[in-house]
């Protein structure tokens, strides 16, 4: 297997090659992301390995080398496809001075694969994208077979939203509409889970808008924005990317109402796999004390099965860099990124 750095004409047409993977491409590996992903000082390095393109972000570890980071890649299905890239991944990490790299590839969470997993090497960490464990909607029927699959009381709230005069329809992702997003978002956030800056919002939601990928949409109720989402159609996949909503439930339904313009919308844009991105793991989806728990009993609602994938792995380049990584280094650049620039690391 042939692995190099992509040239000019492969990045101008990078998309589609991340589409043309054994994986049907994903978003968190487009060029898109990896732009957006330089806002907190990552560099992309976009790989080719015969076939197979691989989105790989950058930073270098003060006195150990670089760290490399393919988030939900690279985009095999399989251990053994896996296992045939990773002897010139490492390799090439190599000698480019990289003492680890990061994976996230969407192979589904099963014994055997992870068995498969620890005897290539790899060492297991936690998941960086949160959708290790996750809702999927097909979405190859027409909209009565979908509508028809929901559960009962997801087309109850559907319906009853309507009824009671909610709305929900795609906005313009402009600096107003971010804003009101932003404010959902944030208050839905309070307590549970920690979000980046409005810049880093802003400009991803943007982008993906123009890029004609993203879609911003928010329900109504008596002249009111109270729930938000933007959503993503990249290839035959959709993803829910961001969703937040009024802390007072002054609108019943109206988040089951708005997702379900979001499923018509990526009907539109040909998905036919929407990624609700995010749920509890399948044996912790009725533990209360679960942090996604809420998260997931909302998701499960579209499709009770919940689909585990296998997580993240670090492929060690360096054992004795990666060692002082983990001992320390890791929670130091963890700790100054996050007090220098009030953002996540990774």
């Not at 806002?39 to 670089?66: N, S």
């Not at 053994?80 to 990490?93: H, I, K, M, N, S």
């Not at 959709?238 to 919308?265: C, F, M, N, P």
């Amino acid at each position: 297997m042939a692995i190099r750095f992509a040239n000019s004409d492969e990045i101008n047409d990078w998309n589609s090659r991340i589409l043309a993977n054994p994986d049907n491409g994903n978003i968190f590996q487009g060029i898109e992301f990896a732009e957006q992903k330089k806002l907190g000082g990552w560099t992309p390095r976009l790989i080719v390995a015969d076939d197979l393109a691989i989105t790989t972000l950058e930073k270098t570890a003060l006195g150990l080398g670089k760290l490399w980071y393919i988030p939900k890649g690279p985009g095999v299905n399989t251990t053994r496809e896996l296992d045939e890239v990773l002897p010139e991944l490492r390799a090439f990490a190599e000698e480019n001075g990289v003492f680890a790299v990061k994976i996230e590839p969407e192979i589904i969470k099963k014994d055997e694969n992870l068995a498969d997993l620890l005897k290539l090497g790899l060492k297991k960490v936690t998941p960086i994208q949160p959708n290790a464990s996750t809702v999927l909607l097909d979405l190859s029927p027409d909209l009565e077979t979908i509508m028809a699959s929901l559960n009962q009381k997801s087309r109850h709230a559907i319906r009853r939203a309507e009824r009671d005069g909610v709305t929900a329809e795609p906005v313009k992702a402009n600096e107003e509409n971010c804003q009101i997003m932003y404010a959902l978002l944030r208050d839905t956030a309070a307590g549970s889970f920690r979000i980046r800056s409005f810049n880093y919002y802003k400009t991803f939601w943007q982008a993906y808008e123009k890029a004609n990928l993203g879609q911003l949409f928010f329900a109504y109720f008596e002249g009111k924005v109270v729930a938000g989402a933007y959503a993503i159609a990249f290839g035959k996949k959709g993803t829910y990317k961001d969703g937040a909503s009024v802390r007072e439930r002054t609108a019943y339904g109206a988040s089951h109402l708005l997702q379900w313009r979001v499923i018509e919308w990526m009907k539109t844009k040909g998905v036919i796999i929407h990624d609700l991105c995010g749920t509890p793991p399948a044996d912790e989806i009725n533990n209360t004390g679960h942090s996604y728990y809420g998260i997931g009993r909302f998701k499960t609602s579209f499709n009770k099965e919940v689909t585990d994938y296998v997580g993240a792995y670090d492929i060690v380049i360096k054992p004795r860099a990666y060692d002082v990584w983990i001992k320390i280094g890791q929670k130091i650049a963890l700790r100054l990124h996050t007090y220098l620039h009030h953002e996540n690391y990774f």
